[in-house]
């Protein structure tokens, strides 16, 4: 049980386009999930806190209108990364909380951005 | 959250037991002790969690100082693949549920 997974697993994009990544909860509902980024050889980064029904919050210096987050159901969050370039490539993680449950979050298995 | 700090890297033999430090000196009273390891390109997978007791689950072992300020992750046999970065985190329940990953161990387990 506790499955989140990602889709796509990786994505290659021209610069200038948008890409939509996938995060869902498979086997639980999940009123919060978050979003993370990873550089290569860096560590996680929190970007932001997605939560069904409202509107998403952001941490200190990720651009909102940047990165798109959509909660629209107690299984899928979506994470769109506008106008996408070459400095955006990176791991995008998700995780997902039980709703009601203990604290641990679930993540998924990651997706790869390359903006040529 | 407490900010926690862990050596960057470890070597460990397979089979022997592999033990992870982690410095939480400014932890409060309600903050737990999460631990999570990421096999290259992976997504973190959840080890094990703990508030003062020491835990033990069939992965691993938490133990915890009396005055919560650091803990040790042990993985009593250690195999190849153990070899991942390993992150321990302290979380608080009030700040939203979020985690902040520090800059984790590279734990490499050699044959």
């Known amino acids: 049980g506790a499955v989140v997974s990602q889709h796509p697993s990786w994505v290659i994009c021209k610069s200038g386009t948008s890409v939509k990544i996938e995060c869902r909860s498979l086997d639980f509902q999940a009123t919060t999930m978050f979003w993370y980024r990873q550089f290569p050889k860096q560590s996680l980064m929190l970007m932001a806190t997605s939560n069904e029904g409202s509107k998403a919050t952001y941490e200190q210096g990720v651009e909102k209108d940047k990165f798109l987050i959509n909660h629209a159901s107690l299984t899928l969050s979506t994470l769109t990364v506008t106008s996408a370039h070459p400095e955006d490539s990176s791991f995008y993680i998700c995780?997902?909380?039980?709703?009601?449950?203990?604290?641990?979050?679930?993540f998924g298995p990651g997706t790869r951005l390359t903006v040529l | 959250d407490a900010k926690t700090t862990q050596p960057p890297s470890m070597d460990c033999a397979e089979g022997r037991a592999a033990n992870l430090p982690c410095n939480h000196s400014t932890i409060s009273g309600n903050e737990y002790v999460y631990w999570y390891r990421q096999i290259h390109s992976q997504g973190p997978q959840y080890i094990i969690h703990g508030l003062k007791n020491n835990e033990t689950n069939e992965m691993a072992s938490l133990i915890i100082t009396e005055d919560r300020k650091s803990s040790t992750l042990i993985l009593p046999h250690a195999t190849l693949r153990d070899t991942a970065v390993y992150y321990c985190?302290?979380?608080?329940?009030?700040?939203?549920?979020?985690?902040?990953f520090g800059s984790g161990t590279k734990l490499n387990v050699k044959p």
């Open positions: 995780s997902a909380r039980e709703t009601g449950s203990s604290n641990e979050q679930f």
């Open positions: 985190i302290a979380f608080a329940k009030y700040n939203f549920n979020k985690f902040y």
